[in-house]
């Protein structure tokens, strides 16, 4: 028998993953302002690449918890 859907602390794990990759972000970026210049190309690239994709993230994050934030108020 299959468990039933607990979803009480969704938001809770999506805002701690929000604030994860929010930090992640950030560090990265301080990283690239302070090494940038002696780091090889293709690794700033990939740093850069990655902060885009957490970027991404974040909003996808944010939009679940608001979907999430719903779902608690009409249950």
Not at 27 to 54: H, T
Not at 61 to 71: G, T, V
Request: aromatic letters at 6%; zero cysteines.
């Amino acid at each position: 028998m299959s468990k039933p859907d607990n979803r009480k602390d969704n938001v809770e794990h999506l805002q701690n993953a929000v604030q994860n990759t929010i930090e992640n972000y950030r560090e990265a970026k301080d990283y690239l302002e302070e090494f940038g210049d002696e780091i090889p190309g293709q690794e700033k690239a990939q740093i850069e690449e990655k902060n885009e994709r957490r970027k991404h993230s974040i909003s996808g994050f944010r939009e679940e918890i608001q979907d999430e934030a719903k779902h608690q108020q009409n249950s």
